[in-house]
């Protein structure tokens, strides 16, 4: 990894930790709030990679888990969300060929409706899946069969939906953000990624 790398992932990272403690959250009727934690995460992607980006969100656990109020629980939900989403990306990448520097508006919608898709497609079973076997049984003290009733008691919508509607629209704030405040550095600064 070269010094210009280290030294944007640290900024972004820094901007993501910022973000965490900031005010800048939606909370959601279903307890998980909308933020823009991981848009550097994803900016990182469009920036300098892949692995530059699942490297950036492995450093980004430790900080969450040193300075967020959910402490190291809500760390690993963000990590496994967003790796999700940087997943999608990826795969979005490989199946539209889309190119960050030079591309049509036809093509970025294309790329970015891809990338949403992919995205949620991996993001929402597996937070279905860590929700009823570790996280909320951990977080509520409770056994894995109590969480679905609890929680449909709770909201009157089914177990899946309180967890996949506000990862579905924490899915779209993290690729459409992240991509569009991506790409004016891209065109401003076009040697950041080469």
Same mark, same amino acid.
């Given at each position: 990894?070269? =010094? ?19 005010? #800048?959250?939606?909370?959601?009727? +279903? ?8 848009? @550097?995460?994803?900016? %990182?992607?469009?920036?300098?990679? /892949?692995?530059?980006?699942? =490297? ?14 959910? =402490? ?12 999700? !989403?940087? %997943?999608? #990306?990826? &795969? ?5 060929? /889309?190119? /960050? ?15 949403? #898709? ?6 929402? @079973? ?10 909320? @049984? ?12 609890? &929680?449909?008691?709770? /909201? $009157? &919508? @089914?177990? +899946? ?19 569009? !405040?991506? #790409? ?6 076009? $040697?950041?990624?080469?």
């Amino acid at each position: 990894m070269r =010094t210009k790398e280290i030294a944007l992932m640290g900024l972004l990272l820094s901007l993501s930790l910022v973000l965490e403690i900031s005010p #800048l959250k939606v909370p959601t009727q +279903w307890g998980m709030t909308i933020d823009l934690v991981a848009v @550097p995460i994803v900016v %990182i992607y469009v920036l300098l990679g /892949f692995w530059s980006s699942v =490297t950036a969100l492995m450093l980004l656990f430790v900080g969450l888990s040193l300075i967020s109020s959910a =402490t190291w629980l809500g760390a690993t939900m963000k990590y496994f969300a967003t790796l999700s !989403v940087i %997943i999608g #990306l990826e &795969i979005a990448k490989k199946l539209t060929t /889309f190119d /960050f520097k030079q591309h049509e508006k036809r093509d970025l919608v294309i790329f970015l409706l891809v990338a949403y #898709l992919a995205g949620i497609a991996i993001r929402i @079973p597996a937070m279905v899946a860590m929700n009823y076997y570790f996280a909320m @049984p951990f977080y509520f003290g409770i056994s894995r069969e109590q969480v679905i009733p609890m &929680i449909e008691e709770l /909201f $009157h &919508i @089914p177990f +899946w939906l309180v967890i996949g509607i506000p990862n579905a629209i924490q899915s779209a704030v993290d690729v459409v953000v992240g991509v569009l !405040v991506s #790409l004016p550095v891209i065109r401003a600064l076009p $040697h950041i990624i080469e």
